[in-house]
């Protein structure tokens, strides 16, 4: 299992990016997938998550800025990231998710694979 981020970098305050997660090492289109983020100093927290169907699940807390999406053909996954404010300042994550969840998943817990994140920087 090969999850690779990329997209991210230093945008200002009310920008927007693309994150995208290359997957290889095992069959894309059935897997769901999810995002994760690390703060400065802060645990991980979960975004979002896909079902290899498509169906889409979101933190209520970040619901609205955020929208994940997945092309089962180029075996990727997306994070659109809109109005992007400082604290939106993390690593963010692609990780597989141990279990098909309809909800929240713990970071801490609930994932068995992840790859190595893509830094975004929010600032003037």
């Known amino acids: 299992v090969q999850l690779v981020e990329s997209g991210g970098g230093s945008v200002q305050p009310g920008g927007s990016l693309r994150l995208s997660c290359a997957a290889s090492g095992f069959p894309f289109g059935t897997y769901d997938l999810s995002w994760v983020r690390q703060a400065p100093g802060k645990g991980p927290e979960w975004i979002s998550t896909i079902h290899g169907g498509g169906d889409t699940y979101y933190s209520n807390t970040l619901k609205g800025r955020f929208i994940i999406s997945r092309d089962n053909a180029k075996n990727e996954l997306y994070l659109q990231i809109i109005s992007l404010k400082p604290e939106d300042t993390a690593v963010y994550f692609c990780?597989?998710?141990?279990?098909?969840?309809?909800?929240?998943?713990?970071?801490?817990?609930?994932?068995?694979?992840w790859g190595q994140g893509t830094q975004v920087t929010v600032q003037p």
């Open positions: 990780a597989i998710p141990r279990f098909r969840a309809y909800g929240a998943l713990s970071p801490w817990d609930d994932f068995s694979s």
